[in-house]
């Protein structure tokens, strides 16, 4: 039993240092994931998260493998973290309708039911060692790679990490206006020749998303507010790269400017998911839509504004 015990807690380990080596492989991409929980949205608070979650997956997965149990902490931390993750994963799922938990980076999609089980089995197997192991001593049946497997999937890792942090990122970031930072939308966007800031004036924003079927569908909706000159000006703020908006654009043909920003800044926005429309005033968020099918037609806009005013 004490042997079996062993080697289940070994393979707990290595999943874990598995795991968080596809995340560290785009750290920011995982950031996105957490934030689309909904509990954190705030940018730097997410990739801090982001980067305690690797650090503190990839130390209980190499004592796990190397055996270090330390009266047990290896074994309660696992527990706890695998945990924690289950109910923020239950909350995202039921509160904001979360797809994907993340809990692979971009190389493995899982379903909140299918994390939701793998966690239990998980829960599951890490008490079953524990109980295996309680009387073992730290140095028995320890694999003779351990220290080994440990160095160079920590080293991975780490590199992983350094690597996508110091590499450009892929989208655009919109630099916001230095003297607003008690706006809500205060980005400055290049627009041509010229820039946009949503800092001043009103306008109508739209967050797209530019891999997002509703947001590609929800096109020529948007392009109807876009041409009511009625309404405040229209913009779109995209997540995305300029590959894929250059995509976005042949195949959606917007009639209105549509500019990336930073990934996290975007995903800051978001309640549950793009496309999402805000109307704001000198950058503060005054009205917001959401919609399942089509955006609302000019009229329901303008409806909605002037009831702002009242």
């Given at each position: 039993?004490?042997?079996?015990?062993?080697?289940?807690?070994?393979?707990?380990?290595?999943?874990?240092?598995?795991?968080?080596?596809?995340?560290?492989?785009?750290?920011?991409?995982?950031?996105?994931?957490?934030?689309?929980?909904?509990?954190?949205?705030?940018?730097?608070?997410?990739?801090?998260?982001?980067?305690?979650?690797?650090?503190?997956?990839?130390?209980?997965?190499?004592?796990?493998?190397?055996?270090?149990?330390?009266?047990?902490?290896?074994?309660?931390?696992?527990?706890?973290?695998?945990?924690?993750?289950?109910?923020?994963?239950?909350?995202?799922?039921?509160?904001?309708?979360?797809?994907?938990?993340?809990?692979?980076?971009?190389?493995?999609?899982?379903?909140?039911?299918?994390?939701?089980?793998?966690?239990?089995?998980?829960?599951?197997?890490?008490?079953?060692?524990?109980?295996?192991?309680?009387?073992?001593?730290?140095?028995?049946?320890?694999?003779?790679?351990?220290?080994?497997?440990?160095?160079?999937?920590?080293?991975?890792?780490?590199?992983?990490?350094?690597?996508?942090?110091?590499?450009?990122?892929?989208?655009?970031?919109?630099?916001?206006?230095?003297?607003?930072?008690?706006?809500?939308?205060?980005?400055?966007?290049?627009?041509?020749?010229?820039?946009?800031?949503?800092?001043?004036?009103?306008?109508?924003?739209?967050?797209?998303?530019?891999?997002?079927?509703?947001?590609?569908?929800?096109?020529?909706?948007l392009n109807a507010l876009a041409a009511d000159e009625s309404l405040p000006d229209f913009i779109a703020v995209m997540m995305g790269d300029d590959e894929k908006l250059i995509d976005f654009i042949l195949e959606t043909e917007p009639a209105f400017p549509t500019e990336l920003i930073d990934t996290l800044s975007f995903m800051e926005h978001i309640l549950i998911a793009p496309p999402i429309l805000y109307y704001i005033e000198d950058g503060m968020k005054i009205h917001h839509w959401e919609w399942e099918d089509e955006p609302p037609a000019p009229g329901e806009i303008a409806?909605?504004?002037?009831?702002?005013?009242?």
């Open positions: 039993m004490t042997k079996i015990s062993r080697y289940i807690e070994c393979a707990l380990g290595i999943l874990f240092l598995v795991s968080a080596g596809m995340k560290a492989m785009n750290v920011e991409g995982f950031g996105v994931a957490i934030s689309a929980y909904g509990v954190i949205k705030d940018p730097s608070l997410v990739l801090f998260a982001a980067y305690a979650t690797l650090a503190l997956e990839t130390a209980l997965g190499a004592a796990l493998v190397a055996g270090w149990r330390g009266r047990s902490l290896s074994f309660i931390g696992s527990i706890l973290l695998t945990a924690v993750f289950s109910g923020l994963i239950t909350y995202a799922w039921k509160v904001n309708g979360l797809e994907d938990c993340g809990c692979f980076g971009d190389y493995l999609k899982m379903t909140p039911p299918q994390s939701l089980t793998k966690n239990a089995v998980i829960i599951a197997l890490l008490l079953l060692a524990w109980v295996g192991l309680r009387n073992a001593q730290d140095v028995e049946f320890r694999p003779r790679i351990k220290v080994q497997l440990c160095g160079i999937l920590g080293a991975i890792i780490v590199t992983c990490i350094v690597f996508t942090h110091n590499t450009p990122r892929a989208s655009v970031s919109a630099p916001a206006d230095p003297t607003a930072a008690a706006k809500d939308i205060a980005f400055v966007l290049p627009s041509g020749d010229e820039t946009i800031d949503l800092g001043t004036g009103n306008y109508l924003v739209a967050f797209l998303n530019t891999e997002c079927e509703h947001c590609k569908e929800s096109v020529p909706g409806h909605d504004i002037a009831a702002q005013k009242d």
